[in-house]
């Protein structure tokens, strides 16, 4: 693999859904998180399996903390609810139960509000180790692969890191680079890329940011529209829940019926980013750009997906 990755100028297309399809042809997707302390965290797993379905997916479950689980149905109806035996610590049995929903899911979204329950690790390693899975690490998600010095991934695997969770990531396997500065982020999303795969490519790093970009270590493409509107609350979980959401209906490991079912990991977390930013700028055409609620944000995901297409027609 060249050190130097290839620009990609352009998101791919919204991928055609089956006119004949049901909710099972379009995926299931998992999201595994949710916290009980030292902070109730209940809000970020549902907003990303709201993103899931507002995507497109046909089905969302959220695993959460045995506590949470009401709260989690209460907040997103829609989903079902798998509880897990997590308070101060991750039970054997939380990571058993994770792992059998995964089985019967399209693709799995681990880590968003997780916290940093005792034995943490051990369920986001067990998440990561689903190869027959696409699957996309957040939040606290990232946070255990850098604490349990874990330095191979084998994909599809989508890493959704802000700077600070970047740069956790990247002392814990020895990168020096700048995930900050504009003209150096490509090299650092690439670099995280290169140096997480496992071998077969298809580790993908979403360097999150009002430019985010997207890399694999061999491609990179940059996000140019900034809109100061998604920084807020949640933004971040309801992209992993949106890259989720497409990877379950679209990526060919996922086995989903959707009509085009070739896209790489790489092409859909672009489209991810692409469709949480038209998202965005629909709200923000309508209301300004401040003030926008994450949940607000997954519910404009519909719109935004028909902007996308409006402008490629």
Not at 6 to 14: F, G, K, L, N, T
Not at 136 to 151: C, E, K, Q, T
Not at 217 to 246: C, F, K, M, Q, Y
């Amino acid at each position: 693999m060249n050190d130097a990755a290839r620009r990609v100028e352009v998101a791919p297309r919204i991928p055609m859904r089956n006119p004949d399809g049901h909710k099972g042809t379009f995926g299931t997707t998992l999201v595994v998180g949710g916290a009980t302390t030292p902070r109730i965290m209940p809000g970020a797993a549902a907003l990303a399996g709201r993103a899931a379905l507002r995507s497109g997916a046909g089905l969302a479950v959220l695993a959460l903390p045995s506590s949470l689980a009401l709260a989690g149905a209460t907040i997103l109806p829609e989903a079902t609810v798998v509880p897990l035996h997590i308070d101060r610590e991750v039970a054997s049995t939380a990571v058993e139960r994770c792992l059998e929903a995964a089985e019967t899911s399209h693709a799995i979204v681990c880590g968003c509000g997780l916290g940093t329950p005792g034995g943490v690790e051990r369920l986001v390693n067990a998440v990561s180790d689903m190869e027959s899975r696409p699957r996309v690490i957040d939040a606290d998600g990232l946070n255990a692969i850098a604490s349990a010095g874990r330095d191979a991934l084998r994909g599809p695997i989508v890493l959704t890191p802000h700077p600070g969770e970047w740069s956790r990531l990247a002392r814990a396997v020895g990168i020096n680079a700048d995930p900050l500065h504009d003209e150096r982020r490509p090299h650092a999303a690439a670099s995280l890329a290169r140096r997480f795969d496992a071998g077969g490519g298809s580790v993908v790093v979403v360097l999150k940011g009002a430019r985010t970009v997207v890399s694999d270590g061999e491609r990179w493409w940059r996000h140019e529209h900034p809109n100061p509107a998604l920084a807020t609350a949640g933004s971040g979980d309801v992209l992993a829940g949106t890259i989720g959401g497409l990877l379950a209906q679209f990526h060919p490991r996922a086995g989903a019926r959707a009509i085009d079912t070739t896209r790489d990991a790489f092409d859909l977390a672009c489209l991810g980013v692409e469709l949480h930013a038209a998202a965005g700028r629909v709200w923000s055409e309508a209301k300004g750009d401040a003030g926008l609620l994450a949940h607000e944000l997954a519910d404009a995901l519909p719109a935004g997906r028909r902007l996308i297409q409006s402008a490629n027609d």
